[in-house]
């Protein structure tokens, strides 16, 4: 079974800022089928990317993801306060599509 | 727009069975996978198993000898069953439809485990 790890554990910026959200896989994600969402307090989660780098439809262009085998990166490239939320990971090349333990972004 | 809305008790005893299910609305399950997440208070996301709709499953292992997860096309739903529950398993159970990540998820149901 993948295991995912998600760091840093919390991420404070301002406004306007670069985030940069990493998550490492135990093993090399198969066809890079990695996805990233969203999760807001009291909200279901939103999926903002899929195949590590595709942009999910209605996503603004700030967020981009990267990366392949077991690195993999979400950027926000200007954070704006809506942003402010938990992002996880999670992989579905092997079996078993567990999620990483998410990082937290807080705007300041 | 596809919607999705779990229902069943909010409250369980624990060894009980949680049954709870998943009605989707605004589009078929045929043609894809479907997921159970579930989520602790202020904790991250499990992901429980998900269904094809064919009826072919995958469970999370930590949970496999004690969960089971069903299709029923004609109703256009999904179920979870989820034996001997424990405190532990108290969360936010979330239905969601798989189509390259999850990308359509029900608010989510509240269960808790107590006596």
């Known amino acids: 079974e993948i295991v995912l790890t998600q760091s840093p554990g919390i991420l404070s910026l301002s406004p306007g800022e670069r985030a940069t959200l990493s998550c490492r896989a135990s093993?090399?994600?198969?066809?890079?089928?990695l996805v990233w969402y969203q999760q807001k307090p009291g909200q279901a989660p939103r999926r903002l990317i899929f195949r590590a780098s595709i942009r999910a439809a209605g996503i603004p262009d700030r967020f981009s993801g990267s990366g392949s085998g077991t690195d993999f990166t979400l950027t926000i490239g200007r954070l704006e306060p809506e942003d402010s939320a938990v992002y996880y990971c999670?992989?579905?090349?092997?079996?078993?599509?567990?999620f990483g333990p998410g990082t937290k972004v807080e705007i300041k | 727009q596809v919607q999705l809305q779990e229902s069943g008790p909010g409250l369980v005893k624990p060894s009980e069975t949680l049954s709870l299910t998943c009605a989707v609305s605004?589009?078929?399950?045929?043609?894809?996978?479907w997921g159970w997440i579930r989520q602790p208070p202020g904790k991250g996301l499990e992901w429980i198993g998900h269904?094809?709709?064919?009826?072919?499953?995958n469970y999370n292992s930590s949970l496999e000898s004690r969960v089971t997860i069903s299709v029923d096309t004609s109703k256009n739903q999904l179920s979870l069953r989820l034996r001997s529950m424990t405190a532990a398993d108290t969360a936010i159970y979330y239905c969601?439809?798989?189509?390259?990540?999850?990308?359509?998820w029900g608010p989510g149901t509240l269960v808790t485990v107590s006596s």
């Open positions: 093993q090399s994600v198969n066809n890079n089928y």
């Open positions: 999670q992989e579905h090349g092997s079996s078993s599509w567990t």
């Open positions: 605004g589009g078929s399950v045929n043609h894809y996978y």
């Open positions: 969601a439809r798989w189509n390259e990540g999850m990308d359509h």
């Open positions: 269904i094809y709709y064919t009826g072919i499953t």
